[in-house]
């Protein structure tokens, strides 16, 4: 048998492995084969999972959290429309990563055959580019595929291989990787009209997002914040660029007691965007009827109802220093009142009740998890409780789909969050809704021998939905789940489960998985 490496399946492989790829994930067939023997050939890591969906959101988190792009890789046809939700959510979560799938042999190429499709329709509006890798272009694509994976901002970038193509002697000759782009810092526009509108202020409230979560400014905005003592609210995915715990931290907008920030917010003069992407929640949906200056890599997207009294664009860190330079006083606020409201808002989280609740469940995993451990969060009505309820001390250690939205994101962002860091602590909350979507990935679990901690928390309905329909004055259809009077299995695929129905169980349950 000939050596895959000198095919051009061996060539892509060996390019990926180059730029810093350790792992694939995917589902075998056919068609991608020979992929996966040229990646392992070639010291890259073929990861079965369940669904290639899986695929998609584990090459997401591995982007998100190394920055070097994930791949999954998919069959022709149904393996490729499969992927197409993870590879969403990495568009609009802003994850770095490659889609490569299999297609069929050129001669079978835009003909109606077995499970063909132009891949390149399907993927083009679910990527930051779709690319067909051809002959004499194969470092050219690969190495550009991989330059606009990881631009600002950030997403995944599709590749396509004919089925004849990738078995083929590569004719390439393998040439030394680009240097990275010195794209420098883009120049600020409007650092004078922001100043003017901020030195108007007296009650300005800053509003940290997505951006400067990703741009790993943390320090230099906490820094500006305290210098001008200027209170901030987050998104969800703005969480833990400044800790959670700092005296000016009001909450989190668009989640649980929304209304109760909102309401205190009320006080404000000025809302001050960094790096704040609307793709989690529309300035709209929870400002005040005041001025907003927007300070970004990309323009304001918001609509007519907003003021917008400045954008500041260019360089996130230099739009900052500018800011700062700018000899802005420090804001009126009372941070007594914060401290208050904080207290306040933290009790109307956790209500009475003679049944365990999420809150109970949140509480005990925080303490059981160290500060450093990363919690990955799927979506449905426990979100809006983390999201709230969930103190951060640094960024990264919170995966949640706040973009795309998706439910089944957490079990496979928790599997790829433990490879890349096995080190870390990890563990998931997960809906019985989004369970019972993914169940299949605890085989994969099982097979990786990952060391995390899954916890259902079971309610016997898609609640969020249920209460949605409630409020719009529907009937609750298509919102049950199985009934409690089912035992609990011993196991699901070779993961032990242990039911938890009060605090001390649960404290008793974590003390176990700790051990194990």
Known sequence: MHDIRGTNAGFLAKRLRAVGVRYVFGIPSGQILAVIEAFEACGIRFILVSHEMTAAFMADVVGRLTGVPGVALATLGPGATNLATGVGNALLDRSPCLIVTGQVPSAQFGRRVQMHVDHRQLFQPLTKGSFLLAPGRMAETIDGAVALATAEPPGPVHLDLLDDFAVAPAREKCRALPRPPKTGQAPLRGVAAAVKALRAAERPVAALGLSAARLGLGRQIGLFLRRHRMPFVTTMMGKGVVPDEHPLCIGVVGRARHRQVERFLADADLVLGIGYDPVEIGYEDWMPAVPLVHVDRERVDADGRVCVAAELTGDLGAALEALGAAGLARTAWDLTAIRDFRAQLAASLRPASRRFQPWEVLDLLRDWLPADGILACDVGAHTHVVAAQWP????????????????????????????VRPNREVTCVVGDGGFLMQAGEMATAARLGSRVTFVLLRDESLSLIRAKQARRGYRPAGVGLPSGTMPPPAHYFGVPCVPARSSAEFRTALARARRS
């Open 392 to 419: 951060l001390s640094r960024p990264g250690t919170l995966l949640v789909s706040n973009g795309w939205s998706s439910m089944g994101y957490a079990i496979p962002a928790a599997l790829a969050a433990k490879l």
